[in-house]
């Protein structure tokens, strides 16, 4: 069984960083993505950046593009994401998830292509 667990949220200011963990246990053998979403208060979950774990492919919401970096650390099976100048619409619960075993190719930007989900680590961006 697949498990993730979320780490390193909390309060900020506009224009701060944080970097958010993923650490897993029960990774599959293979080729597999892990990506960010995220959920602000009544709105629906949004992709933020997705990863392949092998070839470590990237894929970015436009709305995160330079601001926000994803990466992995493959001794530790630990995913990362750093976000710099953060924004009061950056907002939201974010959420770490994983897929089942698929080729090294694009990475899926839809939320049902994930299969494994962690509960999520609330970031709150203060103007």
């Known amino acids: 069984q697949v498990q993730l667990v979320e780490s390193g949220g909390g309060m900020v200011q506009a224009g701060g960083s944080l970097r958010l963990s993923c650490a897993a246990s029960?990774?599959?053998?293979?080729?597999?993505?892990m990506a960010w979403f995220r959920q602000a208060h009544g709105k629906e979950r949004e992709f933020v950046a997705a990863i392949s774990w092998i070839g470590t492919t990237t894929s970015y919401a436009t709305s995160v593009k330079g601001r926000f970096t994803i990466y992995r650390d493959s001794a530790e099976d630990t995913l990362f994401l750093q976000m710099n100048n953060l924004k009061p619409e950056d907002t939201a619960v974010y959420y770490c998830g994983q897929t089942a075993p698929l080729p090294p190719l694009a990475p899926p930007r839809l939320s049902n292509a994930y299969r494994y989900w962690g509960q999520g680590t609330q970031v709150t961006v203060s103007s």
């Open positions: 029960g990774r599959p053998f293979g080729n597999y993505f």
